[in-house]
């Protein structure tokens, strides 16, 4: 069965360390999400791709950065982890044609410590 | 930026009550989705609306695109256990692949 995965499913880092969380999807999904989930806030969307080598800047993207090598990836790298990007992160995926639909993985949970 | 509220921020109810949600915008929006986030899972898309004043139903679910296009309901009659989770209103702008969500109501059902 087509699915999207997150790996690890949980990370303890130190401030300062680079982090990158991986996102994989089976369904040949030209659109891939990153959104990061903290009390209060909802989700709110970090960065995005509509295909390869396409990336763009979200709502909360300072600290992040995303590369598109291929259509089923899309890893998250965080720079230089600092405390406030402690949160539960969320990849999704979505098809050209039902692009609302956005299926999403089961999430990772960073610390930063 | 353009404001997005979703109310109640946590509801709790007794199992068989309805229940009901809300979200509204300072804006016009071209689609409503409402998704339910399970307890340590991501969210799943359960209703999508795209014109104003259509109402959807879903099994025991019900939403509804406001006539102003600012704003959406949901409904869920007859609640039963495994509606426990986060229900969020999310919405497109003209032309973008992109959701923005709102906060998110968080429903217990008491048994």
């Known amino acids: 069965d087509a699915e999207i995965t997150q790996s690890p499913r949980h990370k303890i880092t130190e401030t300062g360390r680079q982090v990158t969380l991986a996102c994989h999807q089976t369904w040949n999904h030209n659109n891939m999400f990153w959104y990061r989930q903290d009390l209060g806030h909802g989700l709110r969307l970090i960065h995005y791709?509509?295909?390869?080598?396409?990336?763009n800047k979200g709502e909360v993207s300072d600290g992040y950065s995303v590369s598109r090598s291929n259509t089923e990836d899309l890893p998250l790298t965080l720079e230089s982890a600092a405390s406030s990007q402690t949160s539960v992160y969320f990849c999704?995926?979505?098809?050209?044609?039902?692009?609302?639909?956005?299926?999403f993985g089961p999430g990772t949970r960073l610390t930063v410590t | 930026g353009q404001q997005l509220n979703q109310s109640p921020q946590s509801m709790f109810i007794q199992e068989g009550e309805d229940v009901s949600m809300n979200c509204t915008s300072s804006?016009?929006?071209?689609?409503w989705l409402w998704y339910k986030q399970d307890p340590g899972e991501g969210p799943v898309l359960l209703i999508a609306l795209y014109k104003a004043g259509e109402l959807t139903s879903n099994g025991r679910l019900t939403a509804q695109f406001g006539i102003t296009r600012k704003d959406s309901f949901l409904n869920i009659s007859a609640s039963i256990p495994s509606d426990v989770g986060i229900y969020f209103c999310?919405?497109?702008?003209?032309?973008?692949?992109?959701?923005?969500f709102g906060k998110g109501t968080k429903l217990s059902v008491i048994p």
């Open positions: 999310a919405y497109s702008g003209a032309g973008s692949y992109q959701l923005t």
């Open positions: 999704a995926s979505s098809e050209a044609g039902r692009w609302y639909e956005q299926y």
């Open positions: 804006s016009i929006f071209n689609t």
């Open positions: 791709s509509y295909g390869v080598q396409d990336t």
